[in-house]
């Protein structure tokens, strides 16, 4: 057995013994890509993070962005959290914006979109207010910048492990590893989030505006592909894990655009999963994902059964899993060998290095 077999093995042992999850994308999903993600990392990723207990920690903390919210009362944190979870791609273009040129700071995006939208306003439907308690629908939603965020926090966290590593205490080195386990698992769940179509479109609870092909119009299909098909379907991890394609750095050769070469990757990322939206609703049309109920007649009685997931539908959701446990394994790796050192907390260090045994000496 390869190293890299030996611990997916020991992986899917960790998984198999750890806490069952709850029959949800909002959970089970994401608690599925960010252990996927976990099983793509090479051997010489440092390996505190595979330990049962902090692997088990980075797979809780999926779920952390949907319990924020859950405190509806407390707006300001559902404004600014909620819409980190989505990117409605086709309000960019209704906003005459391209979104392959967008600028990678998120509030110079926001001045942009602002007054694209003011300037075509007809492109877009009247706001409701009594359903814009949070000030939302204002704005497509700030995905990619929040997972490129974090991707900055994670990259920092790595820098001063490596220094407190060198020059720091034990309790120094095991609170930097604390921080590097809840940047990587609550990032997951928004990397996870894009890997699912309804999460990069307008047209996420049903399709909304001209309707040619007759798409369903249903409400409730985000609830189902985020949570009920994955339970109707029993997808999970075990049979996943041997199918992930090790991680590899994402590339961060300067651009000649000059926007940030992270963000860049995790935005064709999302357009990539947008272009899976009209093949999402085909499949639900042809009655693929298992969401609806199909007529009998057996001996002059009729029946209604709910239909199967089908072996397409069920491929289509495994493969997002895949590929957003790809993706974020990418991004962690990346992070973990671009971050040199904290110069500046090294020269704090050597400097506390420096009094210390002075102080000793001096010492009655």
């Known amino acids: 057995m390869t190293p890299r077999r030996l611990i997916q093995f020991l992986f899917l042992v960790v998984l198999a013994t750890a806490p069952a999850a709850l029959p949800a994308w909002d959970y089970d999903g994401h608690r599925l890509v960010n252990q996927l993600a976990l099983a793509s990392l090479p051997e010489d990723f440092p390996a ?77 439907p009247v706001i409701d207010p009594a359903k814009n308690s949070d000030h939302s629908r204002e704005w497509p939603g700030f995905a990619p910048w929040a997972i490129t965020e974090y991707y900055g926090k994670l990259k920092s966290a790595f820098s001063y492990l490596k220094a407190f590593q060198e020059l720091g205490t034990p309790e120094e080195v095991a609170n930097a590893q604390a921080n590097i386990l809840y940047v990587m698992g609550v990032m997951g769940h928004y990397v996870g989030d894009c890997a699912q179509p309804l999460h990069a479109t307008k047209h996420h609870h049903g399709w909304v505006g001209e309707n040619p092909h007759g798409y369903s ?50 935005m064709d990322y999302i357009i990539g999963t947008q272009k899976l939206v009209e093949p999402l609703y085909q499949l639900e049309k042809a009655g693929k994902l298992g969401n609806d109920k199909v007529t009998t007649s057996t001996e002059g009685k009729t029946i209604q059964e709910s239909r199967p997931v089908t072996e397409e539908g069920r491929a289509f959701i495994e493969t997002q899993l895949l590929r957003g446990g790809e993706t974020l394994g990418a991004i962690w790796l990346t992070a973990w060998r671009s971050a040199a050192p904290d110069t500046y907390l090294r020269g704090q260090l050597l400097k506390r290095q420096a009094v210390a045994p002075a102080a000793t000496k001096a010492a009655p």
Do not use: C
């Open 217 to 266: 119009t249903w409400n409730g299909i985000h609830a189902w592909i985020d949570g009920g098909l994955i339970a109707k379907a029993g997808i999970t991890s075990g049979p996943l894990v041997p199918r992930i394609v090790p991680a590899q750095p994402v590339s961060l050769a300067p651009r000649p655009d000059s926007r940030d070469p992270m963000f860049v990757s995790v």
């Open 48 to 124: 505190f993070v595979r330990t049962p207990a902090n692997a088990e920690r980075i797979a809780f903390l999926a779920g952390e962005p949907d319990r924020w919210r859950n405190v509806a009362s407390d707006l300001p944190l559902v404004q600014a959290n909620g819409m980190d979870h989505y990117l409605d791609l086709e309000e960019l273009a209704d906003a005459g914006i391209d979104a392959t040129a967008v600028p990678s700071l998120r509030y110079e995006f926001a001045l942009q979109f602002a007054a694209g939208r003011a300037a075509h306003l007809d492109h877009f």
